[in-house]
Each structure stands twice: as structure tokens, then as C-alpha cells.
Nanobody
Framework: QIQLVESGGGLAQAGDSLILHCSASGRGVGEYAMGWFRQPPGKEREFVAAASRSGSSSYTADSVKDRFSIFRDKFRNTVALRIHTLKPEDTAVYYC??????????????????????WGQGIQVTVSA
């Protein structure tokens, strides 16, 4: 079993930047790609970004790639998501995820992550205008 724990969320102001962190633990954790999904209030879950197990490659959703970046630290088994120039529409529960598929695999780019193997419990990001 892989355990994922998110941190760094909370209340922010539009225009600010925020970094979300996710730490992973468990047997074989280094064999999993890691990334992020989010679920805005009243909407379905959507893909945000994913990074390979080594951190050497990544994929970010077109809708946010101008403001979002992802970093995977293979030595610490963590993945971080930096959100630049926050907007109110970024308000959502952000979920860390892990899957054996690489960042361009269907587990990630299908957007809703229905086949993702492991999930964190989610962390709230609320952006005020």
C-alpha cells in the first residue's frame, strides 16, 4: 500500500502563489508516478499535472500549464505543485495521486482519474477575490 499525504493548502488571495506538497510512503513507492487532480465545488474531478517516478518528465493540463508547475523529488518521495497567480476558479479540493503509469498514460490524461491506484485524502484551496 502507498500512503499519500497532502499539505500546504488553505485560504489565499487572487494573484498570490501557493505551493502544495505531497509526501508518499510505503513499499515500492519509487515505482509510481505522482501527480495532482482537483475537484472544484459542484464540478467533477479533473486532471492537473503528473510527474514520472524519476522526476525527469512531466505533463500539465493545457488549461493550467501557464500558471501551474509540478516537481517530483525522487529522493524524498515527494511531489509539489506550484500555483502561480491564483484565480478564484482555482478554488477546489486538490488530491495527490500515484499510479504506475507514466505522466502521459491514460490514468492521468483521461482527466477524471478513474483508474488511479492511490489517492491522498485531499486538501482544500480557497482563493478569495
Amino acid at each position: 500500500q502507498i500512503q499519500l499525504v497532502e499539505s500546504g493548502g488553505g485560504l489565499a488571495q487572487a494573484g498570490d502563489s501557493l505551493i502544495l506538497h505531497c509526501s508518499a510512503s510505503g513499499r515500492g513507492v519509487g515505482e509510481y508516478a505522482m501527480g495532482w487532480f482537483r475537484q472544484p465545488p459542484g464540478k467533477e474531478r479533473e486532471f492537473v499535472a503528473a510527474a514520472s517516478r524519476s522526476g525527469s518528465s512531466s505533463y500539465t493540463a493545457d488549461s493550467v500549464k501557464d500558471r501551474f508547475s509540478i516537481f517530483r523529488d525522487k529522493f524524498r518521495n515527494t511531489v509539489a505543485l506550484r500555483i502561480h497567480t491564483l484565480k478564484p476558479e482555482d478554488t477546489a479540493v486538490y488530491y495527490c495521486a500515484a499510479d504506475r503509469a507514466g505522466p502521459y498514460g491514460s490514468s492521468w490524461i483521461s482527466k477524471r482519474g478513474l483508474t488511479i491506484e492511490y489517492w491522498g485524502q485531499g486538501i482544500q484551496v480557497t482563493v478569495s477575490a
